[in-house]
T-cell receptor, first 113, second 113 residues
Framework: DAGVIQSPRHEVTEMGQEVTLRCKPI?????LFWYRQTMMRGLELLIY????????DSGMPEDRFSAKMPNASFSTLKIQPSEPRDSAVYFC???????????FGQGTRLTVV | DAKTTQPNSMESNEEEPVHLPCNHS???????IHWYRQLPSQGPEYVIH???SNVNNRMASLAIAEDRKSSTLILHRATLRDAAVYYC??????????????FGSGTQLTVLP
């Protein structure tokens, strides 16, 4: 398996634009997580899905952020409108449910100017 | 989630053992102790986990105190490739739910040649 695949790897966008980050989890994994990493706040869990259903989105910073998982092999994290403070590395991870091991993608480095 | 405390940074010489400590005095009976590491410009990577007994795998060993209020990750022979931020994380998993990981600030391990 190629592991968790995120795209794009780098994204530079202007303030106010819509940004969509994509994630393909490892086949057979039931759980999917979105994290954000910044120097100031470290790694923060934004949302997680189990069997394509959002279970906990309490980490989503505000209404500008939304996440979907239309099927078991694809998830998106959307920011609309984007702001400079959204600049961060966004990681997607997947895991078999109740497993102790989560597998992380390489991340998407987002820069909002 | 119960909190963990780790030193901000540690240094080790190449090919020597490294002992990375973690304090978790408020750990609950259902909390597993997980260790992840994050190499530069990569997503976090699972290292090891345990509940009460010491654990060994191909990457490392985990020594858990008898009262479970602290643990130590042991790298038996550090290599330059082990230079990373090491995170100690407590996580429990209520039946049927995914396992959420709350990352702290971790320990930055520097390996000296």
């Amino acid at each position: 398996d190629a592991g968790v695949i995120q795209s794009p790897r780098h994204e530079v966008t202007e303030m106010g634009q819509e940004v969509t980050l994509r994630c393909k989890p490892i086949s057979g994994h039931n759980s999917l997580f979105w994290y954000r990493q910044t120097m100031m706040r470290g790694l923060e869990l934004l949302i997680y899905f189990n069997n394509n259903v959002p279970i906990d989105d309490s980490g989503m910073p505000e209404d500008r952020f939304s996440a979907k998982m239309p099927n078991a092999s694809f998830s998106t994290l959307k920011i609309q409108p984007s702001e400079p403070r959204d600049s961060a590395v966004y990681f997607c991870a997947s895991s078999p449910t109740r497993s102790h091991e989560a597998f992380f993608g390489q991340g998407t480095r987002l820069t909002v100017v | 989630d119960a909190k963990t405390t780790q030193p901000n940074s540690m240094e080790s010489n190449e090919e020597e053992p490294v002992h990375l400590p973690c304090n978790h005095s408020t750990i609950s009976g259902t909390d597993y102790i997980h260790w992840y590491r994050q190499l530069p410009s990569q997503g976090p990577e699972y290292v090891i986990h345990g509940l009460t007994s010491n654990v060994n795998n191909r990457m490392a060993s985990l020594a858990i105190a008898e009262d479970r209020k602290s643990s130590t990750l042991i790298l038996h022979r550090a290599t330059l490739r082990d230079a990373a931020v090491y995170y100690c994380i407590l996580s429990s998993s209520p039946s049927g739910s995914a396992r959420q990981l709350t990352f702290g600030s971790g320990t930055q391990l520097t390996v000296l040649p």
